[in-house]
């Protein structure tokens, strides 16, 4: 499973995820669900099926940042519209909506699961803190705000 998913295009799990985005699609941007569909991935994470543990895919939008026009006159050179390039990534911005959905939870991981020509899709992977102490997540709450998660660390240029 994991060698297939290395290189998705070319391999059964193309065709099996092209299926799955278009209900995907039409669902909400944040969801719980029973399982991992990289069930290889969120092992390697730390995920476990057991009480405690939640999984979250988030669809979050693919290409650069584009504000939004201002109403009020400016030169096109002020206008601040195109060319915005956001310092966090599209995942970092996946764990952190899924935080905001999940207060009670703490953001444990998160992967790259699929994207089209819109969407990027990730699942996150959530820990009850109250159920599971033994992981020892550190104090206070907010691992993915402070910039603990691995897609926060990379951002921050902890990890290469």
Same mark, same amino acid.
């Given at each position: 499973?994991?060698?297939?998913?290395?290189?998705?295009?070319?391999?059964?799990?193309?065709?099996?995820?092209?299926?799955?985005?278009?209900?995907? +699609?039409?669902?909400? !941007?944040?969801?719980?669900?029973?399982?991992?569909?990289?069930?290889?991935?969120?092992?390697?994470?730390?995920?476990?099926?057991?009480?405690?543990?939640?999984?979250?895919?988030? *669809?979050? /939008?693919?290409?650069? #940042?584009?504000?939004? /026009?201002? /109403?009020?006159?400016?030169?096109?050179?002020?206008?601040?519209?195109?060319?915005?390039?956001?310092?966090?990534?599209?995942?970092?911005? !996946?764990?952190?909506?899924?935080?905001?959905?999940?207060?009670?939870?703490?953001?444990?991981?998160?992967?790259?699961?699929?994207?089209?020509?819109?969407?990027?899709?990730?699942?996150?992977?959530?820990?009850?803190?109250?159920? #599971?102490?033994?992981?020892?997540?550190?104090?206070?709450?907010? +691992?993915?705000? *402070?910039?603990?998660?691995?897609?926060?660390?990379?951002?921050?240029? #902890?990890?290469?």
């Amino acid at each position: 499973m994991a060698k297939a998913w290395r290189r998705p295009e070319s391999s059964y799990v193309k065709g099996l995820m092209q299926e799955r985005v278009i209900e995907w +699609r039409s669902q909400p !941007a944040i969801l719980r669900v029973d399982k991992p569909t990289r069930i290889d991935r969120a092992r390697r994470l730390g995920y476990k099926d057991k009480l405690g543990y939640v999984v979250v895919r988030v *669809r979050v /939008r693919r290409g650069g #940042l584009r504000k939004q /026009r201002p /109403r009020a006159g400016r030169r096109q050179k002020r206008m601040g519209v195109t060319k915005f390039k956001p310092a966090k990534s599209v995942r970092l911005i !996946a764990e952190e909506r899924a935080a905001k959905r999940f207060p009670n939870l703490e953001v444990l991981n998160s992967y790259w699961v699929w994207q089209d020509g819109r969407y990027k899709w990730y699942e996150v992977l959530l820990v009850d803190r109250l159920l #599971l102490p033994e992981l020892n997540l550190g104090k206070g709450r907010g +691992r993915v705000f *402070r910039g603990l998660t691995s897609a926060g660390r990379k951002v921050r240029g #902890l990890v290469s």
